[in-house]
């Protein structure tokens, strides 16, 4: 990581950890719910990266096209969040979802639809955690599906033009004895990665303070 | 447990109790257990069973009935504790997993490893409800793990687990490294894939996702995704059973073999070029086996042909393979077997020899062969050319040069005599001329100037003398006489004899540098090339002209010398005898300096003049240069090396009339076949004061030696018929050991041989010879031998 971004020391990074932990087992228990279905979603690692090393990292990974959902976050930290998946493991995605009794037809014609409810399921659970556990609250956008290669993902849509940072999660999907990856990415400017350390920090202070 | 406990048996129980702890203790080491807790959220009590516990010091009794939920973390290394506390946390407010590693401090103050995987347990509001799960001991797990890691480091050794059927592969950091890729612990398995090499085996091949790879060791090309640079990766590993599913694991390890494989492509180009050059000098060595002109033979040390060449055929008429295995000797010509014999165990005991041989053709002819062999180990490797041609045209040549040679001989014997003849003629004139001058005069009474034509017959007879004393020194290369020559002085000292050789109708002119340099030369040999030039000159005039003799000096520097001039730098006396004669064209000079080249009709010239001449330059450490033009004249310059030197010139002097050596009586024996000669010696013995016994030969003077009276020298021609001088000498001294011997000879050999030929006492004087140096001889003799 570049000098002029925010460095995370381990324990923050643990802390950060589990707070997507804790999101994505919001959104897995709610897709349990919408599927009816056992899904575990865990989080083995987070990264904060400029925009570019976050393209080129899925780039590396993925060789396929990907196809994301993105909505963007405002709080006491803002920005645009991404639920990233090869575009083969979104179709599988909305197939564990929907199940097995849809035409193929009708799964494709329904697919973007689909998987922007999935996303949003899983973002507003991720994110929605995330700020409680920080005890704040964060205003999400209604989500849209796009298509494309790495670069055109991370790229600066929001024409702040600085450049930003990004919370890079890599993620595990079981559904249906599927094995779907993905990846969760939290485009931030420097103020909001700022103010989010903080309120880590904050966290911290306080599960040490309670279970004292 | 007994609550209230007291007193000794109390105490007992309590050491009864630490007893089983510690053996528990000893036993949960040893297996690793597992201990399990119950964390109720609601609630906020903890229970946990007597190994979780025991694992964290606590007391087991308290913990099954249930204690405040801080005791969870009790025991807990001070520095994992916050990990640990956020990672509760999370399960407290939601999140589903728990698995943290971290370090319970022991009792004896060390700690253990261990992994605490939890969960939690949710109410039906999907509210975390309770926290359940199980620790386990790792710290030998984690050991190992740690000596795995610094070994996978150090080894450059990635490692990967891909579970059948998966799309994914667990892979370790340095597998990622060894990709160039970001560290991560999950990788998609096409990814890897995508970076190897189209026409190399796949990390895991995903055509048949489902079933078992194959197990073998592939290696392949990648291409590192962060620089681009291709390396050679290895793959090794094997299936082990998956505890978690009930499918099957291939665990393998990933490392770089790019240096090794460069290194066996760099051996396999090397041994490739290595084996083409051997091919080429294979080849090499097959064309010029099969194509040689010459035989090639390989003979091992018993002298049996191993291999001979195509060549064979031709030469000898033989196919290869009739000779080869059979003995060298049987190829021999018969009569030159028993010299290959011992030839050829000199070639098997040398490296090199050479030999020539005749070997037997299939016609039964001989061919003479010139072989040259090369010893290496136990093979004998021969080259040989068939000389029988050069041989033959050799023979032929030999033949022809000999013929040539003898015709040579006698055309140069027929002009030596004829030129010789014509000197001879020339100096004969002389003295006959000045002989019938005096006999007029002295019959007409006038012979008040007669010394004059004395002299000069005197002086013409010398020079015959010295004309055959020049034959012998050609023909002995007898070495020059060199001295200090006033060559200005010499030719004034000729002009005479010049005017009487060139007649009336040439004119003379000399022209004498006052300054000329004295030369350092052998004088006679001057005197007769000067002669020699002068009578060439005439002789180039017919009709008359002018001759002009010039001497003068010339300094020759480096530069001023061309190259392949043989003349030094330094300075030379230059005579030049130049005529207005015929001339020579370029073709004469060119040949001029040959010996036995002459113009002149055969009789008139000997051919030897000018070569000699030029011999005679060279040899004095000087030059001759012709400069003619047809129809003009010709120039002649000897260039003689000058000397500073100023000495008497002995031989140059005015000879001086001076008185004889005379005898007082003592008596001479002469022998001497020839009536003249011996006539001439008595006569001038007489005169001298000598007694003078006379014999025709050895035979009639034997009894004169053998009888009684007294002889004091003995004078004897040395070729005599019968009894030689030598013979009467030998003789002589063994009867009268004092007398003393006087050869007189005109045979060069002889002469030449003048050591070997002479006994102490003998002497020898060579014919023609000065009667003053005759009387000298004599006296000298005499004096010697009554001195003795």
């Given at each position: 990581m570049t000098a002029d971004t925010v460095d995370l020391d381990e324990l923050e990074r643990d802390a950060l950890t589990e707070l997507v932990n804790i999101g994505v087992s919001r959104a897995a228990a709610s897709l349990r719910k919408m599927v009816h279905r056992e899904v575990l979603l865990s989080v083995p690692s987070v990264e904060i990266v400029t925009r570019k090393s976050a393209a080129s990292l899925i780039g590396q990974r993925e060789s396929e096209s990907l196809v994301a959902v993105q909505q963007q976050f405002e709080g006491p930290f803002s920005g645009r969040a991404l639920l990233i998946f090869p575009q083969s493991n979104g179709l599988s995605l909305v197939r564990a979802i929907v199940g097995?009794?849809?035409?193929e037809a009708e799964l494709l014609d329904m697919e973007d639809e689909a998987l922007a409810e999935t996303g949003n399921v899983i973002l507003n659970g991720c994110l929605g955690s995330m700020a409680n556990m920080l005890r704040h609250g964060l205003k999400m956008s209604l989500p849209d599906v796009r298509r494309g290669d790495s670069t055109l993902l991370f790229e600066d849509s929001d024409g702040r033009g600085d450049g930003g940072f990004v919370l890079f999660l890599y993620i595990n999907f079981s559904v249906r004895e599927r094995d779907i990856r993905g990846y969760i990415a939290m485009i931030m400017d420097l103020p909001s990665l700022e103010k989010l350390k903080q309120l880590i920090a904050d966290f911290i202070e306080r599960v040490m303070t309670e279970t004292e | 447990m007994i609550e209230n406990a007291s007193g000794p048996i109390a105490e007992h129980l309590d050491s009864e109790m630490n007893a089983a702890q510690r053996r528990l203790q000893l036993v949960l080491d040893a297996a690793g257990a597992v201990g399990g807790w119950e964390w109720d959220i609601a609630n906020k009590r903890l229970v946990a069973d007597a190994r979780f516990a025991t694992i964290t010091n606590q007391d087991p009794v308290e913990l099954a009935d249930g204690v405040s939920?801080?005791?969870?973390?009790?025991?807990?290394h001070p520095d994992d504790l916050k990990r640990v506390k956020i990672a509760v946390a999370g399960i407290l407010a939601g999140s589903e997993v728990f698995s943290k590693e971290y370090r319970l401090v022991r009792a004896d103050g060390g700690y253990r490893w261990v992994r605490a995987s939890g969960r939690a347990v949710r109410d039906d509001d999907e509210e975390p409800a309770k926290f359940i799960g199980t620790l386990i001991d790792i710290t030998e797990q984690k050991r190992v793990d740690e000596q795995l890691r610094i070994a996978q480091s150090a080894g450059g050794i990635g490692t990967f687990e891909y579970t059948v059927g998966y799309g994914t592969i667990s892979v370790s950091e340095q597998l990622c490294r060894l990709f160039g890729l970001h560290p991560t612990k999950i990788l998609p398995v096409r990814t890897l894939n995508n970076f190897i090499h189209p026409d190399d085996d796949p990390?895991?091949?995903?055509?048949?996702?489902?079933e078992l790879q194959s197990e073998g060791n592939k290696e392949f090309r990648v291409k590192r995704a962060s620089d681009g640079k291709e390396r050679w990766l290895a793959r090794r590993g094997e299936y082990v059973d998956d505890v978690h599913t009930s499918g099957r694991r291939y665990v393998g390890v990933i490392f770089d073999i790019t240096e090794a494989k460069e290194t066996q492509q760099s051996l396999r180009q090397a041994n490739e070029a290595l084996a083409e050059v051997a091919r080429e000098s294979l080849r090499e060595r097959d064309r010029v086996w099969k194509n040689s002109r010459d035989l090639l033979v390989v003979i091992d040390t018993k002298g049996v042909f191993l291999d001979v060449s195509p060549s064979w055929l031709e030469i000898?008429?033989?196919?290869?393979k009739e000779i080869i295995g059979k003995r060298v000797l049987d190829s021999v010509w018969p009569e030159d077997r028993d010299q290959t014999r011992s030839e050829l165990n000199k070639a098997a005991d040398s490296i090199h020899t050479e030999l020539e041989v005749r070997m037997t053709h299939n016609d039964g002819s001989p061919r003479i062969i010139s072989w040259m062999t090369s010893r290496e180990g136990d093979r004998v490797y021969a080259y040989g050319r068939d000389v029988t041609l050069e041989k033959q045209q050799k023979a032929i040549l030999e033949d022809t040069e000999l013929q040539l040679r003898q015709a040579q001989k006698m055309e140069a014997v027929g002009q030596l005599t004829g030129g010789i003849a014509h000197d001879f003629n020339n100096m004969l004139t002389g003295v006959i001329g000045a002989l019938s001058i005096i006999k007029r005069k002295i019959a007409a009474g006038r012979t008040d100037d007669l010394d004059k034509f004395i002299d000069a017959a005197t002086s013409s007879a010398h020079r015959a003398a010295s004309l055959t004393h020049r034959l012998l020194a050609f023909s002995r290369r007898q070495s020059l006489d060199r001295k200090s020559v006033d060559v200005k002085q010499l030719v004034a000292s000729m002009e005479e004899l010049f005017q009487r050789t060139l007649g009336e109708q040439i004119e003379l002119a000399i022209n004498v540098d006052e300054e000329t340099w004295k030369a350092e030369t052998d004088v006679n040999q001057l005197e007769s090339a000067i002669l020699n030039l002068v009578i060439n000159a005439r002789d180039a005039m017919p009709e008359g002209g002018q001759l002009t003799i010039e001497t003068t000096n010339v300094a020759f520097t480096e530069a001023d010398l061309v190259k392949g001039e043989t003349l030094q730098p330094g300075s030379y006396v230059v005579i030049a005898v130049s005529d207005t004669g015929t001339g020579m064209s370029q073709t004469t000079i060119d040949k001029a300096f040959d010996p036995f080249f002459t113009t002149k009709p055969i009789g008139q010239g000997t051919g030897l003049g000018l070569s000699m001449i030029y011999g005679f330059t060279q040899q004095s450490g000087g030059h001759a240069r012709i400069y003619s033009q047809l129809g003009l004249g010709t120039t002649i310059k000897l260039y003689l090396p000058a000397t500073r030197e100023t000495e008497a010139q002995t031989s140059l002097e005015k000879e001086v009339e001076v008185a004889l050596p005379r005898g007082e009586g003592e008596t001479v024996l002469v022998v001497e076949d020839d009536d003249s000669v011996r006539m001439l010696l008595v006569d001038t013995l007489k005169e001298l004061g000598y007694r003078v016994i006379e014999a025709v030969d050895g035979t009639r003077a034997l009894p004169i030696i053998e009888g009684k009276g007294r002889i004091d020298l003995v004078v004897s021609d040395?070729?005599?018929?019968?009894?030689?001088g030598r013979q009467l000498a030998e003789i002589a001294i063994a009867a009268r050991p004092d007398l003393s011997v006087l050869f007189i000879t005109g045979y060069a050999a002889a002469a030449a041989a003048r050591a070997e030929f002479l006994a102490p006492g003998m002497e020898m004087i060579t014919k023609p010879f000065a009667i003053d140096d005759f009387a000298q001889k004599v006296k000298e003799m005499l004096t010697a031998s009554s001195s003795r």
């Open positions: 097995d009794d849809m035409e | 939920t801080d005791r969870f973390f009790v025991s807990i990390i895991i091949d995903l055509s048949a996702a489902d000898l008429g033989h196919a290869p040395v070729g005599l018929p019968g009894l030689n």
